[in-house]
């Protein structure tokens, strides 16, 4: 795959993260990622599991910032996001999504309605995952397979290391008009 090819996969990417539309992503966007998820599942913003899930975002926006926002202004536009990614992604995709772990972990546990005595858990239902990724924007088709794909091992759960491990792949592998 050529840069502009690659350049191109890796922007359209973007809208997924600017959750409010306004043209950059910033901490914001994470907020409102994690206060949908929340909503959708019925969780406290207090709970534990809410405040694992801010944290989350927050520690997501972080890494996100300190790779891509080159002017330091707190917000990253679409350029700085395709720079910034790009650039991640070529030396070391996995770390890149590395980042998103904390938040992925604890999305998992706000999805998963299992009781896990205050433990996050190592996996989520499928059907919970594809609503999780319907709220945060993709389409109900998209996510349903989203969903499906990451079951690898196909027992009905998706574990945390396939949602990071899905995180690079979107980035670098899945093309952007499917």
Known sequence: MDSA??????????????????????????????????????????????????TGAEAFWQGMAGIADVDGDQRVTRGEFVGGAVKRLRDNPERFAEIARPFLRAAIAVADPGDHEGTAPASAPVAAVERALRVLGAGADVASVAAQSLDADHDGRIAEKDAVAALSAYFTVIEPDA
């Open 5 to 54: 090819e690659y350049e191109r996969k890796i922007a359209h990417r973007f809208a997924a993260f600017d959750q409010d539309g306004n043209g950059y992503i910033d901490r914001a966007d994470f907020n409102v990622a994690a206060a949908r998820l929340l909503a959708e599942f019925g969780t406290a913003a207090r709970s534990d599991r809410g405040q694992a899930l801010y």
